[in-house]
Nanobody
Framework: QVQLVESGGGLAQPGGSLRLSCAAS????????MAWYRQAPGKERELVAS????????YIDSSVKGRFTISRDNAKMTLYLQMNSLKPEDTAVYYC???????????????WGQGTQVTVSS
């Protein structure tokens, strides 16, 4: 019912930039919070940034604060993550997740993307 297509990952040099996108489609009535997680090899998945549907403040993890910016385009049902000043420790698989209400349902549920690899290396 919900498809999330992530793009924008790849190889970047330290200090470089990448922009991730996550486009949602399907029988979606509305989207509440949207977020990016990442999982590095041998580590647990961690929350990088989240953005609410309302006027609440975005959350940015301290490890990426000042370097990453999260944004969303509600009309396009698309989530973005602008990543600047990349570091080798940013290397991970990045996942988007949305809290969405689908047609015919009365509950918001989390839907996950398939993940996109980000590698930061010289």
């Amino acid at each position: 019912q919900v498809q999330l297509v992530e793009s924008g990952g790849g190889l970047a040099q330290p200090g470089g930039s990448l922009r991730l996108s996550c486009a949602a489609s399907g029988r979606i009535n509305s989207i509440n919070d949207m977020a990016w997680y990442r999982q590095a090899p041998g580590k647990e998945r961690e929350l990088v940034a989240s953005i609410p549907s309302g006027r609440s403040a975005n959350y940015i993890d301290s490890s990426v604060k000042g370097r990453f910016t999260i944004s969303r385009d509600n009309a396009k049902m698309t989530l973005y993550l602008q990543m600047n000043s990349l570091k080798p420790e940013d290397t991970a698989v990045y996942y988007c997740v949305i809290d969405a209400l689908v047609v015919g349902s009365t509950r918001y549920l989390d839907y996950w993307g398939q993940g996109t690899q980000v590698t930061v290396s010289s």
